[in-house]
């Protein structure tokens, strides 16, 4: 699956352009502030229809406008396209639309169109809090085993109502074992198939990573919120006091976090904002190639100012692992001649010239 067409009107600056992609490789040069995250932002609206830069609406919609509007043609199996659309209103109203139909479901519209950013914002991966890993990791875990969206979501359920027990002076003892047990009984599906993920995902991920970086030391490894060396409700019942002054769920799938090391260290303690970078663009990309080993499709990379943080000699080599993962890539980058790399001849690649809002192609040949 990719991206044949798009059009995009009042997305921040970009009031109405209009594209026809590569289906590998599309690079988008301009000054700082011509739109070139604004682009990217539009695709990832369109596949989660939420921003990867902002929580709330008002910042997306052009400052002129009511409402924006993404349109993409999407070339599915052999010469079948089919329209997906999206808009946003300032009101909150959102209304999306694949081949017709009312997409009614984020899931329904994640599975459609994959995709995976690798920005700036990518080192909080590693550098923020468990939060952002428990979502990748649910990403990852998600596209491979589609039940596991509802259990996660019947665990969060019974945390909810188990966290407001623990809040209460008088807590029922039997109203808060049914939670505590349904709790475990569907903590114990989840853990089973993130573990079974990650063991798929390591190796992968050790991989791609020695190719991009020397860092024998780095171990990526998953905890599952609890010690599993005990059952999971003996220790909501064990810790039950120690829950209740704190009036929340100590233990459980909630609290589930990847921890990737460098010599037994936290990464983010240890690498520079280079490694850093090259780490997680290697978790990304791990996780698409597995998600196509999975699922024989390729999620749609977005990579926004690609040269930032990294020599040439990395840029180049994030570049051959993206063009060896036969995806279709959306590229940025401030200076052209940092894109220099000579992608294979094999390739369908196009450029595209950002400024003010307006995206024009720019024929490769006469680039120089
Ligand atoms: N709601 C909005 N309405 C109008 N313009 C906006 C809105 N939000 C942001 N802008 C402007 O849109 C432009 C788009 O910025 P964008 O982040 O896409 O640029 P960029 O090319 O990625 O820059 P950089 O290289 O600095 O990352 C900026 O000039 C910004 O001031």
Known sequence: MSISRLSVSNLRNLRSVNLEFATDINLFIGKNGSGKTSLLESIYLLGLARSFRSTKLKPIIN????????????????????????????????????????????????QLLPIQVINPDTFQLLEGGPKLRRQFLDWGVFHVEHLYMEHWRQAQKCIKHRNSLLRRDKISPTELKVWSESLANLASKIDQQRQLYIDQFVPVFNEIVSQLIDLPDLSLSYYSGWDKKVELLDLLTSNFDKEQ???????????????????????????????????????????????????????????????????????NKLCQLIEAMNCQAFITCVEESSLDYEWHETKDVKMFHVEHGQIKPVDRADKG
């Open 63 to 110: 400052s002129q406008s009511q409402e924006c509007t993404v349109f993409a043609e999407l070339s599915v199996g052999r010469n079948r396209k089919l329209p997906l659309g999206l808009k946003r209103s300032l009101s909150g109203e959102l209304m999306i639309r694949y081949a017709g139909e009312k997409v009614r479901t984020v899931a329904q519209l994640a």
């Open 245 to 315: 002054n704190q009036h929340r769920t100590l233990y459980g799938p909630h609290r589930a976090d990847l921890k990737v090391k460098v010599d037994g260290l936290p990464a983010d303690e240890i690498l520079s904002r280079g490694q850093l970078k090259l780490v997680t663009a290697a978790l990304k990309i791990a996780q698409g190639f597995l998600f196509n080993k999975f699922t024989n499709q390729q999620s749609i990379y977005l990579i926004d100012d690609i040269a930032a943080e990294l020599d040439n000699e990395k840029k």
